[in-house]
């Protein structure tokens, strides 16, 4: 399998110091079409380390060495551990502020998110491989998480992909808190 890169690259950033990136947070585009995503990210300055469009092709928008800006306030794996508080706002924004943008890497798949929209078997197969890819260059890695998940009452994707089995088959645990 390949990846095609996107250029320019996505907004991104540097990742601080010393950074252990050890979790993937899967996401749903929300919409069908990959490049109206991709030009509603440019507008609004969100991004993603890699989309894998219905054919299940990823494509690599920012460097899985900087930081993407695809889960705003949210809360996982680090914050749980550094005993950081989960109180949210009335709003669902956790109210210390936290972001797990730093340590993650973003992996979005085209669906409408709306429960309908099933992911083709290519889409979950390539979330598998590109998994499994990573790990090859990130060691580190251990976690496998959902936006829904570290950004609960917020977000509600990605809708009926199951993670639980992608973790499985990609050799990570899926984190919960």
């Known amino acids: 399998m390949s990846v095609e890169c996107i250029q320019p690259w996505l907004a991104h ?14 996401h749903a585009t929300g919409k069908e079409d990959l490049q109206e995503t991709i030009g509603e990210l440019k507008d609004k300055g969100f991004s993603y380390h890699y989309i894998i469009d219905k054919s299940g092709l990823p494509h690599k928008c920012v460097p899985y060495s900087a930081v993407a800006f695809h889960a705003g306030n949210s809360y996982g794996p680090h914050e749980a551990t550094r005993g950081t508080s989960r109180e949210q706002d009335a709003n ?51 976690f496998l ?33």
């Open 92 to 142: 669902h924004n956790f109210v210390d502020m936290t972001s797990v943008n730093e340590y993650t890497i973003g992996l979005c798949v085209v669906n409408c998110n709306d429960g309908m929209d099933a992911y083709t078997n290519e889409q979950v197969d390539a979330c598998i491989w590109l998994i499994k890819e990573l790990k090859g260059s990130l060691a580190s890695l251990k």
């Open 145 to 177: 998480t959902a936006h829904s998940i570290v950004s609960p009452g917020r977000v509600t994707d990605p809708i009926g992909l199951d993670i639980d089995r992608i973790a499985k088959k990609a050799g990570l645990e899926v984190w919960r808190p």
């Open 13 to 26: 950033r540097p990742r601080r110091g010393a950074t252990v990136v050890d979790t993937i947070v899967m």
